[in-house]
């Protein structure tokens, strides 16, 4: 049977009706960190994704970076998602809530003036957006060698909860710069302990993440996200293929039902060691992971369709194109033209505007 991008697949214990993936996208439209009847309407729409994976949530208040983000850390957050899961599976969707801890990428705004915490006491390059504008990322406190354990118990308790709110299964996030990514980068990992140094203990924090994950909830229901060509936000490792070439072939023990894989979404000329993803990470690390591999960053119909025949992915998740898109999937099998995105100031807060109010094919030709 031919593989495209609307072909059929079986991801963890899920048959998936499409292999395009609704990618994970913060909205910050959750104003008490809870989500909403609009945020329920939101991925409704977007239900014939063949998975669909949440904006990031974070596992506790330490792991909060934004303002109006949804959490998954209290029986309040899990009784409100809810009304979002319940909303894709009643369109015949799948849905996987992504699991989140900012770390540094995080202000003292958002922890009573507390340091936010990292591996090291490495500040992150840029401004961060909050709910006072934006403000200079401060330098943050490192976390102590006792308080480890607790962070990955949070992931954990999030994945249960998520459970208990009725999702499909959970992501990890470790991409973009966030927590898990930063002790796996040699940039913003100079630990001295067993969390640090060597590529074998930079990667330790991100696997016991995911044993504990695993142990809580079922492999068949974890993935995890990567972003190995990610310069964001001042992350710059010395051997990016070696340091996540470590946790991916590790990934393998698990049987997780996916790996998801970033492109470089900045610029990567003049840095070397990043020369290799201009082939593709999917192709980069293909050969070192045996399981299920999402790919993400630029990809179309056209790109997608490839890089699921090369077999180097097996789906490919699409970000924008969802957002002003709620029946892209449909809009790929017609070859029908795709809506303009809105300005970017809908991207980030706000109400129906550049969020629900986007059409779909059929409530374009109601119209017409």
Do not use: C
């Amino acid at each position: 049977m031919e593989k495209n991008l609307l072909s059929e697949v079986t991801v963890g214990r899920l048959n998936l009706k499409n292999r395009m993936v609704m990618a994970p996208m913060t909205r910050s439209r959750a104003p008490q960190n809870l989500a909403t009847e609009l945020m329920a309407k939101y991925y409704s729409q977007r239900a014939s994704a063949g998975l669909i994976i949440t904006e990031g949530t974070q596992i506790s208040e330490q792991g909060v970076g934004y303002p109006w983000t949804p959490g998954i850390h209290t029986p309040e957050q899990a009784e409100a998602w809810k009304m979002v899961t319940d909303a894709v599976h009643e369109e015949g969707g799948r849905i996987f809530a992504q699991i989140w801890h900012v770390g540094r990428i995080s202000h003292p705004v958002f922890h009573n003036g507390n340091l936010p915490v990292a591996p090291s006491a490495i500040g992150a390059t840029g401004k961060h957006f909050t709910h006072k504008g934006m403000l200079d990322l401060e330098t943050p406190r490192a976390l102590e060698l006792h308080e480890i354990p607790m962070v990955i118990n949070d992931y954990a308790k999030a994945a249960l909860l998520a459970m208990e709110a009725g999702f499909d299964g959970v992501e990890i996030h470790g991409a973009n710069g966030y927590l898990v990514d930063q002790f796996i980068n040699s940039n913003s990992n100079k630990r001295d302990d067993i969390y640090g140094g060597s590529v074998e203990n930079r990667g330790r924090f991100a696997l016991e993440v995911v044993e504990a994950v695993v142990k809580a909830v079922g492999a068949e229901r974890v993935g995890i996200r990567l972003s190995p060509g990610g310069v964001t936000s001042g992350m710059l490792d010395e051997n990016p293929v070696e340091s996540y070439g470590f946790v991916i072939k590790n990934l393998n023990r698990f049987g997780l039902a996916y790996l998801h894989l970033m492109e470089p979404l900045a610029p990567i000329d003049g840095l070397p060691q990043y020369q290799i993803f201009k082939q593709g990470v999917a192709k980069t690390f293909r050969p070192l992971y045996n399981g299920t591999i999402i790919i993400n960053g630029g990809y179309n119909k056209e790109k997608g369709n490839a890089v699921i025949e090369a077999g180097d992915a097996d789906l490919v998740s699409f970000g924008v194109p969802f957002l002003s898109n709620p029946d892209l999937p449909e809009r790929f099998r017609l070859d029908a033209p795709l809506n303009e995105v809105m300005g970017k100031e809908t991207f980030y807060g706000g109400g129906e505007k550049g969020y629900t109010d986007y059409p779909s094919l059929m409530a374009e030709a109601l119209r017409a």
